[in-house]
């Protein structure tokens, strides 16, 4: 059984991977790598907001402000888009991305952790891999 919190970690952890590759890359690598980022980043914002910010408000939050920074990450990511080769633009988009994932899995994740059960952990994370896969 998947569990939707799991799903969504390997995505931020993913992010940040190919951040590191994009750090370390040049040239048309770097294009290439900022576009994956920013394709990647938009998908899981997509997923999140169509799979478990659904249901913040039965575990006692509220993903207004989460779906807020993800309203102003993907208006950074178009910024990207239209200026892959700016690194700093790029670099903008994706450390507020992780900023944003950290908070989520270390302040919401605890609250969300203690009141999912296990199957309700499963209908969300075969909706968020469905969400992503659909917005891809």
Known sequence: MSDVLATIKA???NVKSLFGK???ATGS???TLAMTL???MKAHS???DASI???YSSWGLNAASNKQEHAEINKMLADAA???SNDAVVTKAVTTFIAHSDEEENQQWPAIKAKMSASESATLATQFVNAKKSVA
């Open 11 to 13: 995505d931020h952890d």
């Open 22 to 24: 994009y750090k370390a």
């Open 29 to 31: 690598e770097k294009v």
């Open 38 to 40: 920013i394709t990647e």
């Open 46 to 48: 997509a997923a999140e």
């Open 53 to 55: 910010y659904a249901d």
């Open 82 to 84: 239209a200026a892959a």
